[in-house]
């Protein structure tokens, strides 16, 4: 069980590097829009954990980082 020890470690360090930030998301779709609560990690990449907007689009947004 000495893995899961060391796994769980690794995954506390990444969240005290990420940076939270607020996020806006629309859909290309539909128009709708979200604000939304996300990490910005070390690479750029924002992770918010949105799924999918109303009208079942899943990967066609407008994203935009919030101050
Ligand atoms: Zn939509």
Do not use: W, Y
């Amino acid at each position: 069980m000495q893995s899961d020890t060391l796994v769980a470690e690794g995954v506390q360090h990444d969240m005290l590097v990420h940076q939270r930030i607020k996020v806006h998301i629309r859909c290309r779709h539909c128009g709708e829009t979200f604000i939304l609560r996300g990490v910005r990690d070390s690479k750029g990449h924002i992770e918010t954990g949105f799924k999918r907007c109303l009208c079942d689009n899943d990967r066609d947004f407008d994203i935009e980082p919030l101050s």
